[in-house]
């Protein structure tokens, strides 16, 4: 009897410590669920409301559901229950995080717009801070940064303990410094001291923290932020010059791909080739198809895709060039208007032809891994698929050059472009070396081709947009003369960049035509004319 | 140069492609006209809608015609050209004598080609969201004016996003300068400053917007919300948002609006990192209808590719189509003067779940919807406007044309009274 009365007793004393704790549990699970039901609401405000909750709900279920959201695989069935997909397609009811062995039919995606997807980023930020895996407490700092969230203080201070990687501990100071810049209930003596914090990053993001901070912060607070916009937006003038710089490099660098070729068939043979640009859209399409066949048959290769695509592009354009100049150039020898009116006709041909293969919609052309992406350099936005094709530029003006100069061909081209009759009685057969001259030209048009599929539309006007800025290139350049290419790609490329942002793309656009118009009236032959006999003739 | 090259194409083009003509109904037929370009710039929007006709008109005839009539399309080709469709309108009009056209994409065609249908008293059906400032006795305009898709874009990204500050950024050409005319208007209207707005124009085919982009980024560091309102036309679309996400430019940071980007232009790009970035249209491909559903199912059956998509400026022409189909009915023959009067209070089913109606300004009553990309480059739809929005031919904010109506029932018949003066044809500029 007694013994009973002590069993029960001690079961109900084990009961009421053993139920705090599960009362907490409860209540946790009991918020994430009412949280999850507002996940499957049509209403954008509830749908916003219930991340919120379900982030501070704490809920262990909470994080790989709201990470599933923002990858798109949270869903909701028509019984509004909500359940998450992994990334193989596997189904787990969100609640209880368990599998479910059969997904229930008629499952929507959660509603997400911009709003939620920024509620999202915070509240997926402030839950991986504490992840394992480096990258994403890197991406978990830049979103709380981003995000401003005050609540998310005492989770980055929990985290700047524990951080080991200085540079991640770094990027969290950071985050918690704008978290607590932007909250006006924060200390004001820690708001101060975040200004230095953000200072040092100072950047354009920081930068619109501190307008926003300024309008109505209290006066010592205001005097640190406007000194720290000032400085921020001074550095932005000075780094300004070197943006502008590098853009006109890189509009340079594709002005000089496209006009390459166009140095060899108008520059070194005098042909008028109006189906210039259409050799380039050739070459982008070589790459279209390139992709097209590695993406459903070798889909490891993909990363290779412009490398193969290049060879390949050169030989299309290079084909259809050599059967151009086979059955239509040759007759017109020394007849520039008839030229340029066939090649003219030739161009509409090729664009047709191409609508009617490909239709007339753009075709998507992807850039490899190593192609994609930007870093920043002193402030500077450097992408890299803009970079590749500034080296990529060089280099095929490099190997153009050495041909020219150094092979035999180069020199038997040479030879009868300057004078066509001694090279002939010199044994040269003149006609395959026009021929195969102007299949380089449309070769290395194609090769262009390839590299600007990656920025512009690879579609069958591609061309056309580039004809009139390549003879502009090589007439500014000096017609015959591959370094004149070379340095009028890139100067007509900084000097639109560097009028754009005063005169607009339109207008600077405008003004360095005249130029160039003023510059031919004073300089017939470019800016590097060839001397001697060979411009007679 | 360049006008003797324009001329060339002109004559290259007026003669190598001819008029293709289907069918072989000489005598007892209807003639519909098709004037969208096939060839040119403009190809890659146009030959869709050439497609959906032809779609329609064969469905119309497996039901029996129009009248006991075989409908029969004729196509012509008037290749990006705008003299050509000048001509190719009235080749229609005088040697195939339409019964009704549809036709054209850019406001400079439609400009072009509008002479001729009054002076030839046409009909011409005008499928693609427009800048407004017109109305036509001889055209339906069943795209968006600007009050039914620029400024409920703007309204919605002023409630939903908080937005405080604009970039008005466009090809330049007449419909992004007169919209962005009147969004800066109605942006003032709303309190916005002069430097909170930034406009930006740019050429056709602009493919380098490294530094563009950039001077968005700067702008965007004021401290305030700011989104891109973007009118940039057709080609130059896809190397500006490959520069938006070579610059990390998210739409969580700065939101792109856009007025001339569906589905087909989503086509050649990779949306991933487009994801949020914004369209206003009056229809989309993942309206979740019934009557949508059962058009895409048809649509794909027609072109037999599983992959076509379905856009806004498509729509437009099946509403128009019907509406025709409607009004000749109605007034049971195909004479343009009676069709025209018989089109004006026509209500036919939209693709949306709604009825549109011919209004007596020529424009029709659309529901707006501003939809958010997604990865597979189809829109999700966040936010529709409740009732029907009425066409507004003559924008209420633009100094010039806010006194003016257009009505073209019997005793107004005018296409632009000032309501001030109390006069038809008193455009107040």
């Known amino acids: ?54 982030a501070s709900s704490g809920a262990p279920t909470a994080a790989p559901a709201l990470e599933a959201m923002a990858d798109g695989r949270l869903f909701f069935s028509p019984a509004r229950q909500v359940f998450w997909k992994d990334k193989a397609g596997a189904t787990f009811d969100a609640k209880t995080g368990a599998a479910v062995s059969e997904a229930p039919g008629g499952l929507r995606p959660v509603r997400v717009n911009n709003r939620i997807r920024r509620a999202l980023d915070a509240a997926v930020g402030s839950l991986t801070l504490m992840s394992p895996d480096p990258a994403k407490r890197r991406a978990a700092a830049e979103s709380v940064f981003k995000s401003r969230d005050a609540t998310a203080i005492p989770a980055l201070d929990a985290a700047l303990g524990k951080e080991s990687d200085p540079a ?214 450097v992408t890299y698929g803009r970079m590749w094709i500034i080296v990529f530029s060089l280099l095929v003006f490099a190997a153009l050059f050495v041909v ?102 339109v207008l600077g656009k405008i003004l360095v035509l005249v130029f160039i118009i003023l510059f031919i009236q004073k300089r017939p032959r470019g800016l590097f004319a060839l001397k001697g006999r060979a411009v007679e003739a | 140069m360049t006008t003797f090259l324009k001329t060339l194409s002109a004559a290259a083009l007026a003669g190598g492609i001819a008029l293709t003509s289907f069918g072989a109904y000489a005598q007892n037929t209807i003639k519909v006209g098709i004037l969208h370009s096939l060839s040119g710039t403009m190809a890659i929007s146009e030959t869709t809608l050439k497609d959906v006709m032809l779609m329609l008109i064969e469905e119309q005839n497996k039901k029996g015609g129009l009248l006991g009539k075989k409908l029969e399309a004729v196509v012509v080709d008037p290749a990006s050209n705008w003299p ?14 339409v019964a009704a056209t549809f036709g054209c994409w850019t406001s400079v065609s439609r400009k072009s080609v509008l002479p001729v249908f009054e002076e030839l008293n046409g009909i011409l059906f005008y499928p693609v969201q427009y800048e407004g400032e017109e109305s036509s006795k001889n055209i339906f305009y069943t795209g968006a004016a600007p009050n039914q898709q620029a400024i409920p874009a703007v309204d919605y990204l002023m409630e939903n996003e908080k937005v405080t500050r604009w970039v008005l950024a466009g090809t330049d050409y007449v419909y992004p300068r007169t919209t962005n005319k009147i969004l800066e208007a109605y942006l003032k209207s709303k309190g916005v400053k002069a430097e909170d707005i930034m406009i930006n124009y740019t050429p056709f085919g602009h493919s380098d917007w490294q530094t563009i982009v950039a001077d968005i980024k700067k702008f965007g560091t004021a401290g305030k919300k700011t989104a891109v309102v973007s009118t940039i036309n057709g080609d130059a679309n896809v190397p500006f948002y490959k ?15 856009a007025f001339s980007v569906g589905e087909e232009e989503l086509a050649g790009i990779d949306t991933k990192p487009l994801v949020g970035h914004l369209a206003a249209w009056n229809y989309f491909q993942s309206v979740d209808d019934p009557t949508n559903k059962a058009f895409i199912e048809k649509w794909k059956a027609y072109t037999k590719n599983p992959k076509r998509v379905t856009n806004d400026p498509m729509e ?18 195909v004479d343009t003067t009676a069709v025209i009067d018989s089109l004006i209070g026509v209500s036919v089913p939209n693709l949306t779940g709604g009825y549109s109606t011919m209004m007596p300004n020529h424009h029709i009553t659309k529901p707006v919807l501003i939809g958010e990309i997604k990865a597979d480059g189809q829109f999700s739809i966040v936010s529709q406007t409740a009732g029907l929005v009425v066409g507004d031919e003559w924008s209420d904010y633009l100094e010039g044309s806010k006194d003016l109506i257009a009505d073209w029932r019997a005793p107004m018949s005018c296409g632009n009274f000032n309501v001030k003066t109390g006069k038809c044809g008193g455009a107040g500029k």
């Open chain 1, 168 to 381: 991640i501990k770094k990027l969290f100071a950071q985050a918690r410094a704008a978290a607590l810049l932007a909250n006006a209930d924060a200390p004001e003596g820690e708001r101060i001291a975040a200004v230095d914090v953000l200072a040092e990053r100072g950047d354009q993001d920081v930068l619109g923290l501190f307008n926003t901070v300024k309008g109505n912060a209290p006066a010592s607070l205001k005097v640190k932020v406007e000194a720290g916009a000032a400085a921020i937006e001074r550095r932005m003038k000075l780094l300004e010059g070197v943006q502008n710089a590098w853009y006109g490099l890189s509009l340079g660098s594709v002005l000089l791909l496209a006009a390459i070729g166009l140095a060899i068939t108008f520059g070194v043979m005098g042909i008028i080739n109006m189906a210039h640009g259409e050799m380039v859209m050739i070459g982008a399409y070589t790459t279209f198809v390139v992709q097209e066949v590695i993406r459903t048959s070798f889909p490891a290769l993909f990363d290779w895709s412009l490398l193969i695509a290049l060879p390949l592009a050169f030989l299309t354009a290079g084909a259809v060039g050599l059967v151009l100049e086979r059955t239509v150039i040759r007759h017109l020898y020394g007849r520039p208007l008839e030229t340029l009116l066939a090649t003219w006709g030739v161009s509409l041909i090729l664009q047709q032809a191409v609508r009617s293969i490909f239709g007339a919609n753009n075709r998507e052309v992807g850039a490899p891994a190593f192609m994609s992406g930007s870093t920043e350099f002193m402030g500077v936005a």
């Open chain 2, 84 to 97: 050509l469709f000048a001509e190719k309108a009235r080749e229609l009009l005088t040697k195939d004598k």
């Open chain 2, 243 to 257: 520069e938006l996400g070579n610059q990390k430019i998210s739409a969580k940071d700065i939101p792109v609006v």
């Open chain 2, 316 to 333: 437009a022409h099946v509403i128009g189509f019907e509406m025709w189909v409607k009004a000749v009915e109605k007034t049971g023959t």
């Open chain 1, 404 to 505: 020219l100069r150094a092979t035999s061909f180069g020199l038997k081209m040479r030879a009868v472009t300057q004078n066509r009759r001694m090279a002939a009685a010199m044994g040269i057969r003149t006609p395959w070396v026009d021929a195969l001259t102007f299949a380089l030209g449309s070769g290395i048009a194609g090769i262009a081709g390839v590299a600007l599929s990656q920025i512009d539309n690879v579609s069958p006007n591609l061309g056309q947009s580039y004809i009139i800025d390549s003879f502009m290139v090589v007439v500014f350049g000096g017609v015959g003369n591959l370094w004149g290419t070379l340095f009028a790609a890139l100067s007509l490329g900084v000097a639109n960049k560097f009028l754009e942002p005063f005169a607009g793309a």
């Open chain 1, 1 to 54: 009897m007694r013994a009973s009365r002590f069993v029960v007793l001690f079961a109900a004393l084990i009961g009421l410590l053993a139920s705090v704790p599960a009362t907490r549990a409860q209540d946790r699970a009991q918020d994430a669920d009412a949280a999850f039901a507002e996940l499957a609401s049509d209403n954008f405000n509830r749908i916003e409301a219930g991340i919120t909750a379900l």
